[in-house]
């Protein structure tokens, strides 16, 4: 599988700015900067980007509670985003929903979710409208392996099934739900096999290669384009922090940690971009710094932004 050129650089630099997103992100926490909780996908950023950068122009997609590197691969503003995490009148909800929040329908980011399972149905439901209205857009829904294991998981990839909608769930397995291995919450090792008890593909991509999760979700894609209904896409990857900001991991060595860092996903196109002369060590080097800036010029205005005024403060909330 190739990935047009330029594509592949912008894969690359998104790549780098959620890496350094969830950098600061953390920085800003351990100064009292930021507030609330977050969920970081640091290692995880070819499974996020690589997938939503896969689409096509007006499709959907819905984030997960780990959504940071998914919402820049689905190209959303880096200050507006910050902002959010910063509870600024400017973020995407207008500082009121914080990390597990970045939602933008217009450009068809159907946002991320607190609810772990949430996306299931509303994705299903953004599915029914692309079928519905012929649209020819898909939408990719993303979860966690946890999440899999929830009732909704089941009825949505059921309903999906029977109707043939055009939804691609899309599995980040990373092993882990909070402190749970996935050998404790299920029997199966792979989760693209429960695709079989909804007659739908189940396919699984090595989710620290772009170049796989790129190919699979448009082969994912295509498929649902044609008419043949949704398709279960499980990404193998891993998340190289805590569960969440407090979290003192207890229940996973340091060697499998360094095993799966090894596999950094940004190290291995970084590699790939100069050993094919796509790019010289200098010019990768130059787009990590471009990386780092957009993120501190994101933080420098977040940080500068207003906070919400008292009298919003019922406003675009639901209880
Ligand atoms: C309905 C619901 N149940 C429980 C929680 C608490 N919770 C937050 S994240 C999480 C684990 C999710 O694990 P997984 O789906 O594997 O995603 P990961 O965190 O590994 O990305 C749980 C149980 C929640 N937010 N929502």
Redesign the pocket.
């Known amino acids: 599988m190739s990935i047009e050129r330029e594509t592949l650089l912008e894969m690359y630099l998104r790549m780098n700015q959620a890496r350094a997103f969830e950098e600061k992100v953390k920085w800003g926490f351990a100064r009292g900067m930021i507030h609330g909780t977050t969920?970081l996908s640091i290692g995880q950023e070819a499974s996020g980007v690589a997938s939503c950068m896969a689409l096509d122009e007006g499709d959907k997609a819905s984030l997960?509670?780990?959504g940071h590197s998914a919402a820049i691969g689905f190209g959303v503003d880096l200050k507006k985003m910050m902002a959010e995490l910063l509870g600024r009148a400017n973020g995407y909800c207008k500082g009121k929903g914080g990390s597990m929040h970045i939602a933008d329908i217009e450009s068809g980011n159907l946002g991320a979710n607190?609810?772990?399972?949430?996306g299931f149905s509303i994705s299903v439901g953004a599915a029914l409208t692309q079928q519905y209205q012929e649209t020819g857009n898909v939408v990719l829904c993303f979860?966690?392996?946890?999440?899999t294991n929830?009732g909704n998981f089941h009825e949505s990839l059921n309903l999906a099934s029977i109707w043939k909608l055009p939804v691609i769930f899309y599995i980040?397995n990373?092993l882990?739900?909070?402190s749970n291995p996935l050998e404790k919450h299920m029997n199966i090792t792979d989760i693209a096999d429960r695709a079989a008890s909804y007659g739908m593909p189940g396919v699984i991509c090595d989710g620290n290669d772009v170049f796989d999760v790129y190919q699979t979700i448009q082969e994912a894609a295509k498929h649902c384009r044609e008419g043949k209904g949704p398709v279960l896409v499980e990404s193998k990857t891993y998340?190289w922090d805590g569960?969440s900001k407090s979290d003192a991991q207890a229940y996973r060595t340091m060697e499998e940690r360094k095993e799966w860092m090894a596999k950094d996903p940004i190290l291995r196109l970084r590699n790939h971009m100069i050993e094919e002369g796509i790019k010289t060590a200098e010019e990768v080097d130059a787009m990590d710094a471009k990386a780092k800036q957009d993120i501190e010029d994101a933080f420098e205005f977040a940080w500068n932004s207003p906070e919400p005024d008292v009298s919003t403060l019922t406003e675009d909330v639901y209880a």
Do not use: W
Not at 114 to 118: Q, T, Y
Not at 143 to 147: E, L, R, S, T, V
């Open positions: 969920h997960s509670h780990r607190g609810i772990v399972g949430g979860a966690g392996d946890g999440a929830e980040e990373n882990y739900a909070m998340r569960h």
